[in-house]
Structures are given as C-alpha cells and as structure tokens.
C-alpha cells in the first residue's frame, strides 16, 4: 500500500478512490470484454439460425438438466413469451426436449438431447479457451479480484442464485 493509503494499479492508478475517467475505462473494458467474449459463440449460433438467448437457455439447461421452465424463467430473467419462443425453436431443431414433471404433471422438465449436448460443449470450449487465456495472462490474483468485482456488481438475490448454481460445480 502506499503512503496515501491507495493501492497502485498498472500505471500507478488508484484502486480505491476511482475517478470518473477510471470508471468509464472500466465500464469500456467491460463492453469490449464482453464483445470478445461473445464473438466466436455468435459466430457459431448464427450458422444455426440462433442468437444469444439460445445459448443462454442452452448452457443453463446444461447445467441444470432437468430444470423446469420456472426456474430458467428466474434464471434467465426473461418473460415467459420470450423463453417459449426460444424453447420451441430449439425443440423444433431438436437441442432441447421437455419431459412431463413426474410428481407435477403440468411441469416440463427440461434436458438437452445429443445434438443440444454437442452445441452446448462447442459454445463453452471457444468461451473457455478464451477465459482460460485471459486468466493465464493475467495472473491468479487478478482471476480472484475479477471474481470479487463480477459478483458484488450481481445484485444481492442473483448473487444467492449465482452461488446456488455455483455450488452444483464444485
């Protein structure tokens, strides 16, 4: 720490007192960040016709197989006329099929089929080799303050559900 009870960042810059040019860099880091971490699964959902809230309903099908459509509705933070408008297309294309709830009949549990499971894996490995560079180059220190930035910029309830989800990977 330095003598005026600042943290030094690259460049000498202050990471406890922010300016409001610091924080518009960070906020620009954020969209080109954000930019290059959605190029090449764009590329990829575009050659099938889908867009970003296909993928989202597919990763997180993935991670929940078996989720009902109320809870990706709560995930995904969507209406329910825009997620069915995304699961029919993906069910249609065969990526996703809904089984009858077997203890609530009226609910759909949701699973990814070969083809689905297939897109979902080559989405995430283009996103990891890129996180996994990312985080090579800069370091664990730095993985671990992301983190801490990513999840207080959460508001507090999907913060709960992020850990929630979080959980089920470790």
Do not use: W
Request: glycine residues 10%.
């Amino acid at each position: 720490m330095a003598e005026n009870g600042r943290v030094g960042g690259p460049g000498g810059e202050s990471l406890l007192f922010l300016t409001d040019a610091q924080l518009r860099k960070g906020i620009e880091a954020m969209f080109f960040a954000y930019r290059g971490f959605t190029a090449d699964p764009d590329r990829i959902l575009a050659e099938h016709g889908y867009g970003r809230a296909h993928h989202r309903a597919i990763h997180f099908i993935h991670r929940e197989p078996g989720s009902t459509v109320n809870n990706l509705l709560t995930i995904l933070g969507v209406t329910k006329q825009s997620l069915n408008r995304v699961l029919r297309t993906l069910m249609a294309d065969g990526l996703v099929e809904a089984r009858v709830g077997r203890r609530d009949r009226r609910e759909r549990h949701l699973y990814l089929t070969e083809a689905g499971a297939a897109l979902e894996r080559e989405l995430a490995e283009v996103q990891g080799r890129r996180m996994r560079a990312a985080y090579r180059a800069a370091g664990p220190e730095a993985v671990a303050g992301f983190r801490a930035v990513l999840e207080q910029m959460m508001d507090p309830e999907l913060r709960r559900l992020f850990r929630r989800i979080e959980e089920d990977i470790e």
